[in-house]
């Protein structure tokens, strides 16, 4: 094998394995009404505080209010969100490093935080005022891509944070197979070296 295969090898395994704990994150705003999930929002590993799970419709009745984020719109009498309310968090723990999230966010705050963990440590976190005021429709479809995460914290400190159309999309299982055997190929390049 001659030197620049020697280093290439170890070179672009070590790049590949970088790609993927990198955490520069890229942020997407959509206003498409979304279509509302028949079997509804899911439900947080752990919460702390108040947290309305699969709520239909505003809630007024006290303090603090929840406004859905289906609000005026043809789903505002079906479509379910999860609601935490102030001081509150709600949890999502993952067993395998997620790549990208995204959400209807309803309503964007200053005091909505949505915050994102690797290996316990905080990477990215991101508050509505980021995502803009919404246009009267009372939603933003926040997409967050270029990021490693295995948690994802929602908390307010004031009324509401209401979501709906979470989806967390997980590492390729291909590209840690592609990691595996690119170590397996420097193993046996080394081996060979040593005979």
Known sequence: MNRLTKTTIPLVAVLSLCNFTANA???????TLPTPDAAGVLAPTSTTGTVGLNVIGNDYGGSPQSKSPWDTTIYEATGKYNSV??????????SVDQTE??????????????????DGGSVFSIVGTAVGPPISFGF??????????????????????EYA???????????????????GLIGIARRNKNS
């Open 165 to 183: 159309k979470l989806a967390p999309v997980p590492i390729p299982a291909a590209a840690w197979l592609f990691g595996s055997g690119l170590l």
């Open 85 to 94: 309310y102030g001081g509150a968090t709600a949890t999502y723990l993952f």
């Open 140 to 161: 933003v479809n926040v997409s967050v891509t270029d990021l490693v995460f295995d948690k994802v914290v929602f908390s307010t400190q004031d009324d509401s944070f």
């Open 101 to 118: 999230f995204s959400l209807m966010w309803g309503s964007p705050d200053d005091y909505n935080t949505l915050e994102f963990f690797n």
């Open 25 to 31: 994150a890229t942020v997407s705003l959509d206003y």
